[in-house]
């Protein structure tokens, strides 16, 4: 596997961050992990972020992005599961929970081209492309079968941060609607092995060690694992 991306940091992005005074104050950010298959071999949707990113240039990453404001005013159907809930909940309000759930959701769409979602038609333009591309389908997002696992908040030394969430839904086939765009290429279904020797980062890495664990039945049931920096140290606990 090649040199990881985050440990690592390429002479632009160092450029980057020397020019700030202080550590920017992290993003919240949204990332889901779509999985097909038998559970001891699944396939996970990844796609390559293209070389013009000045973050983690050229890496396989699982499709997601930052929490829009318009992800607080799109329609759903179906509740978050009572697990997911509770531990959103224990840091933001429910409309702020379900928005950061949502922004996966419209983060796939826009990056691969899937839907997660039923045919349902809704009629307000919240003029946002996203958005836009579930109202003319005629879909609107779907929040059932969808599960919290781990959040991860990006060191300081970036000269980008997000706090992260990451949520996992299981598909019963892989999804042959998928497509690359401006922000992912070489969008595919991978097997853990073929992950393996994909250019990943190392918080990539380590959310899919946390995966397998998840997976595997070895993680607290009402908690998530988490990755952060307290008091200059990293440390790798459990939230909430």
């Known amino acids: 596997m090649s040199e990881k991306a985050d440990g690592h940091l390429n002479a632009d992005e160092k450029a980057l961050r020397a020019k700030q ?26 796609g390559q972020r293209a070389k013009r990113h000045d973050f ?4 396989y990453v699982f499709p997601g992005g930052r929490v829009d404001r318009a992800d607080s005013y799109a329609p759903y159907v179906s509740d978050l599961s009572p697990r997911t809930q509770s531990i959103l ?43 836009d591309g579930f109202r003319k389908q ?16 990006t060191p300081p030394y970036r000269h980008k941060r997000f ?21 992912l290429l070489n969008v595919d279904w991978f097997s853990f092995d073929e992950i393996e020797v ?4 190392r918080a990539t890495d380590m959310m899919i060690d946390v995966l397998k664990s998840y997976l595997s039945g070895r993680l607290p049931k009402n908690k998530i694992f988490h990755s952060h920096m307290a008091h200059g140290k990293f440390r790798q606990d459990f939230f909430p």
């Open 21 to 46: 005074s202080r550590a920017v104050r992290p993003s919240l950010a949204s990332t889901i992990v779509l999985i097909t298959g038998a559970k001891d071999n699944p396939k996970i949707l990844m």
């Open 56 to 59: 983690m240039p050229s890496v």
């Open 89 to 131: 909940e224990s840091l933001y309000s429910p409309r702020r929970a379900r928005a950061i759930v949502l922004a996966s959701i419209r983060e796939t769409f826009e990056e691969t081209g899937l839907m997660l979602g039923q045919a349902q038609a809704w009629t307000r333009n919240l003029n946002h492309s996203g958005w």
């Open 138 to 153: 005629g879909y609107t997002p779907d929040l059932s079968d969808i599960e919290v696992f781990g959040r991860a908040v």
């Open 163 to 183: 706090d992260t969430w990451f949520f996992i839904s299981w598909l019963d086939s892989g999804r042959s609607d998928i497509a690359d765009s401006a922000e």
């Open 198 to 201: 994909l250019e990943t980062a």
